[in-house]
């Protein structure tokens, strides 16, 4: 077995997993299969994110999607630096004591997705448990940024759970993101090993907030299996989803970063993917997106315009009926 080296340097990145034993990263099945990062727009995105100093989770985390989405200009930006104070065992952004908030970073993702053209951005971050408010002021002024420079373009943000602290989930859904996603990530009986830090139902709670604020704000989450979890599982949470009146679940297959990360329980196969979308839209969803390569951002910019669509046929049959 021959491991990425750049990979496996992570005694800085992760010096919490440090302690875990190596966990072989089994081969992919054929059905996991992602474009090379090579084309012209590829390397201009690069060099425009790299330019402007600016931190991408598709990078950080090693996504899989990066050659096709960097081909098209998709990049979800991270702000409030590259440290996380969590350390989920999924996860490959680096763990550890984070850095002073950048005050002129809002500014620079602002002038990001003004000089990249974006229709749609999306915007997500590390959790920043050492600040008070959980950086929900600099959320907010992301947003703002964001309206001011480029103020045709739609903005779904993905922040973390700031704790359940609701004055920090209210002064973010105040700034009037367009689609307020917040992952669930897996079934609540693997919290303790997978999300140690966070609790499944304060993150339902958080995404049932902002539609107690605004209850015309799509809201989203994502789901990944592979981790150990059984359909029925991911049958509740999906319940729970939609008691919380969340509009879109997305689910994608979990992918080992490193031998030190969790191991992948099993690898869904694309019929089951299927079988979870057709649960997903008999639950009610108004929008689903379930393959093995789906990520919360993958084709976010396509699937808003659906999403918006979807919601207008649906209020249209109601004023029908
Ligand atoms: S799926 Fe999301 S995180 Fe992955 S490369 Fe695309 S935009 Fe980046």
């Not at 992301?142 to 779904?156: D, L, N």
């Not at 079934?187 to 609790?199: K, Q």
Request: aromatic letters at 8%; one cysteine or more; glycine letters at 6%.
């Amino acid at each position: 077995m021959t491991y990425n080296t750049e990979l496996l340097d992570r005694t800085k990145r992760h010096p919490e997993k440090q302690k875990n034993p190596d966990r072989p990263m089994g081969r992919k099945p054929e059905w996991i299969r992602a474009k090379a990062p090579v084309g012209k727009t590829y390397k201009e995105t690069k060099n425009l994110v790299q330019g402007l100093k600016l931190t991408t989770v598709c990078e950080e985390a090693g996504c899989p999607n990066i050659g096709e989405c960097w081909e098209k200009k998709h990049a979800t930006f991270m702000v409030m630096g590259e440290i996380c104070t969590r350390a989920c065992s999924f996860c490959n952004v680096a763990t550890g004591k984070p850095d002073e908030l950048d005050k002129m970073e809002p500014l620079r993702v602002g002038v990001a997705v003004e000089k990249m053209g974006l229709e749609h951005v999306v915007i997500t971050s590390v959790d920043r448990d050492d600040l008070q408010d959980g950086g929900a002021r600099h959320w907010v002024k992301t947003i703002e940024a964001i309206r001011f420079k480029s103020p045709g373009t739609t903005v779904e943000i993905l922040p973390g759970d700031f704790k359940g602290d609701f004055n920090a989930i209210d002064a973010v859904a105040n700034a009037k993101p367009d689609v307020f996603n917040h992952n669930l990530e897996t079934v609540p009986r693997l919290y303790p090993t997978i999300r140690p830090g966070a609790r499944y139902f304060r993150s339902l709670r958080l995404l049932e907030r902002v539609k107690d604020i605004d209850p015309m704000m799509f809201t989203k989450s994502g789901l990944m299996v592979g981790l150990g979890e059984t359909k029925e599982e991911v049958a509740q949470v999906m319940d729970d989803m939609r008691a919380a009146k969340i509009d879109f679940i997305t689910i994608g297959q979990y992918l080992q970063p490193t031998p030190k990360h969790a191991p992948v329980d099993r690898f869904w196969t694309p019929d089951e993917f299927k079988q979870l979308e057709r649960m997903a839209k008999a639950k009610g969803f108004l929008m689903v997106s379930a393959t093995p390569l789906t990520r919360s951002s993958y084709h976010a910019g396509d699937d808003f315009a659906r999403l918006k669509a979807a919601r207008e046929a649906k209020m249209a049959t109601q004023v029908a009926e």
